[in-house]
């Protein structure tokens, strides 16, 4: 599937004006994280060849978020592993029923095909390795009907080592885990799918809304400090060509 680089971003845009428009009306925080709040600061903007938008919200707001998704403009919807078992990743995407866009990291898993926005809860958590082993028990259990006879093997072969549980069910267990950590006054907040992704509550809020093409959107409070911890010193540094990749272009599989 041929990509239109500039054509797909302007879509995007579009998305994420829709959707701050009715997280705003439903008084729900969001901010920039990943490639989106690198953007931001470094280029005012999407990444030149970034194919995807990144947003995160606090535990509290993103249930809330899933629980109202409903209510999106008819052409948004949600995926994530609550609605759909073949889904394999920690965190929420928001689909464009009406724009085909082909994920190379996730060609193996039986999903929509569609432009989207991904929205990732942040947990007071401590550390993301004290939940490696259930992250680890998602992804086995996920069919990944394109993955070839290996992989057919593999989710039996973990499906049996699991008691048949399905990918949902460890999904619950996480998430179980991690509500629970909220009542542990831990001070750091974070994604426990993303390295690097964590702040302090005071770093994070009140949020900044930064220019961002032709319109704003919010970040991080000490974003720089985000950006530090995820890229390293030297994130306002253009990498070079050959270490520039998105979703269409990947070469090999991430799941």
């Known amino acids: 599937m041929q990509v239109d680089l500039k054509d797909l971003q302007n879509h995007q845009l579009k998305m994420l004006q829709q959707l701050d428009v009715f997280l705003q009306q439903e008084g ?10 690198l953007g931001a600061v470094r280029h005012g903007g999407i990444i030149p060849w970034d194919d995807d938008i990144d947003l995160a919200m606090l535990r509290n707001d993103y249930e809330k978020f899933l629980s109202i998704a409903d209510k999106l403009p008819d052409n948004l919807f949600v995926i994530n592993n609550k609605e759909n078992s073949n889904f394999p990743l920690l965190f929420s995407k928001v689909m464009d029923r ?15 095909r569609k432009v989207f926005i991904d929205v990732f809860p942040w947990d007071n958590i401590e550390d993301p390795k004290n939940y490696k082993d259930l992250r680890k028990k998602v992804r086995r259990t996920v069919y990944k009907k394109f993955g070839g006879k290996l ?3 593999k989710y039996y072969f973990n499906k049996v080592r699991y008691g048949f549980r399905n990918s ?6 996480l998430k179980e885990q991690l509500l629970k950590s909220q ?11 993303e390295q ?35 890229y390293g010193n030297n994130y306002m540094d253009i990498p070079a060509q050959e270490d520039r990749y998105n979703h269409s272009t990947l070469t090999k599989e991430r799941l």
Not at 28 to 37: E, K, N, P, Q, R
Not at 98 to 112: I, T
Not at 168 to 173: A, C, G, L, P
Not at 187 to 192: A, E, L, P, R
């Open 168 to 173: 949902t069910f460890f999904y619950e267990q």
């Open 28 to 37: 729900i925080s969001y901010f920039a994280v990943h490639g989106t709040a």
């Open 98 to 112: 009406n724009k085909d866009f082909e994920d190379k990291s996730l060609l193996r898993y039986d999903l929509p």
């Open 151 to 153: 992989q057919t093997l």
């Open 183 to 193: 009542n542990k006054g831990i001070k750091t907040w974070g994604s426990v799918s």
């Open 196 to 230: 690097g992704d964590f702040l302090v509550y005071e770093d994070i809020f009140p949020l900044r809304k930064v220019p961002f093409e032709d319109s704003y959107i919010y970040i991080p409070n000490n974003c720089e400090k985000y950006l530090v911890n995820k």
